[in-house]
């Protein structure tokens, strides 16, 4: 397992963009695939995308063309960059990982608080 520090949350208007921090402890972090998650208040954790070891990419239909997952293993840090930021991207936000080939992800960050007023 590895240790997950999320950053960058805040308050954005609608419209507006944001830039979330991963921050990843372990020498190993570059063979871990990296998830974002949210949950807002009310509802079930929902899945925002991952990001490979590889750089490979899949993002949930909710967030697709608006949000961009990318990594710098040298820094061991993946980053959500969010635009177009609607009221409904509003949630806690939480990054996670997992060995390539495990079946679900193991290592969770603390959070993070997104909200976007209208």
């Known amino acids: 397992q590895v240790q997950l520090v999320e950053s960058g949350g805040g308050l954005v208007q609608v419209g507006g963009s944001l830039r979330l921090s991963c921050a990843a402890s372990g020498r190993t972090f570059s063979s871990y695939t990296v998830g974002w998650f949210r949950q807002a208040p009310g509802k079930e954790r929902e899945f925002v995308g991952r990001?490979?070891?590889?750089?490979?990419?899949i993002y949930a239909d909710s967030v697709k063309g608006r949000f961009i997952i990318s990594r710098d293993n040298a820094k061991n840090t993946v980053y959500l960059q969010m635009n177009s930021l609607k009221p409904e991207d509003t949630a806690v936000y939480y990054c996670a990982a997992k060995i390539t080939s495990a079946a679900s992800f193991d290592s969770w960050g603390q959070g993070t608080q997104v909200t976007v007023s209208s």
């Open positions: 990001i490979s070891w590889s750089g490979s990419i």
